[in-house]
């Protein structure tokens, strides 16, 4: 059984070392077929040793967040990564078993994962295959990792380029999105976020998109009310579609809304993630209009959030290497690619649109 509960404070049987209860933070438990996770948005990274089971513990982290916030880790051992894709392969994966043996970490060992995405991702892919599975935890820093990378238990490593070739799901025990530690988040970085925030919205929150619209102005400052919003109604969306279709088999292929041509994008012009899945929420957006499924306007709408969140609403790009791309993208079935179409603002569908439609509205994309 899977299902998300929403609750207001710590208790608790489930962190026996938790205390106090924190008033303005927001804790959402998923469960998943893979295992328990819960999720506090709002809680602090000082808070950290709270979470962790007694004996012994490990952080994996990246050079950069490691200068940014080593001050404020618990004083346990630490294994460091190198920063961006690159870094995310098995060699470093090697890295970090090869100094779990030199530090005896053994079965009771905890790990924590404090990064983004990148750190999320190899820290749980090993916690899930040092000694067949040991325990784990995140502390998301980025507002990526807090909206969309920490849940939904998908753990891996790029092989050969390919991203997230070789990979597990396993659900960490708890993640801590610490709102403070966005404050030094680069703009682009935040923007990578909002672009996810915004595809949540657009796929399965009316209320939140409409919330997007009004806060700009706290979004863009860090306010914490808004972003705790953000980062609360998205790990909601998403752990729900997730709880539904754990193993991406129907419903979760949601959440690759504007990731289709997005990926393409990305590929081919070497844009941002965010920057792409923008342009390619744009499109999906103008396909669903051409189809007869959402009004112009709610498009329009869609665009206007988009750029307001600082995020482009076009890339130009060659279309025969856009398509070629897509034709090498795994969500490909039969004569047809597997596309996130919407049928109003906050409600997706998932269609088999035919090569030769998405070659024709590809070819007249601006
Ligand atoms: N597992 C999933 O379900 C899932 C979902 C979405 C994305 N991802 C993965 O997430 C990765 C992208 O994650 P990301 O966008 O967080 O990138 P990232 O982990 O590379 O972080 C972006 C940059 O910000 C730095 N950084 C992190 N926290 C910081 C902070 N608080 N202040 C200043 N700098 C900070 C990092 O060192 C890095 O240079 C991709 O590899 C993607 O495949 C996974």
Known sequence: LASVVRCGTIDNDFFPN????????????????????????????ANLPQYLPPGRTVIVTDTIV?????????????????????????????DIYGALIDLEADRTTFIVGIGGGIVCDITGFVASTYLRGVRFGFVATTLLAQVDASVGGKNGVNFRGFKNM?????????????????????????HSGFAEIIKHAAIGDSALFDFMERNLHGADTLDASVIERFVSDSVTLKADIVSRDEKEAGERRKLNFGHTLGHAIERTTGVSHGEAVAAGMVFAADLSVSRGLLDRAEADRLSALIAAYGLPVSIPADPTALMAALRRDKKRAGEGIHFVLLEGLGKAVVLEIPVAELELAISERK
């Open 166 to 190: 070789v990979g597990v799901f396993n659900q960490p025990e708890f993640v801590i999105c610490d709102l403070e530690m966005l404050r030094t988040l680069p703009r682009s970085e935040r």
């Open 66 to 94: 490691r200068k940014l916030y080593e001050t404020q880790f618990p004083e346990v051992d630490m294994v460091t990564v190198g920063v961006g894709e690159t870094a995310k392969t098995l060699a470093s994966a090697q």
């Open 18 to 45: 938790a205390r106090k209860a924190y008033g303005s933070m927001k804790t959402l438990d998923v469960n998943g077929g893979t295992g328990h996770s819960r999720i506090l948005v709002g809680e602090r990274l």
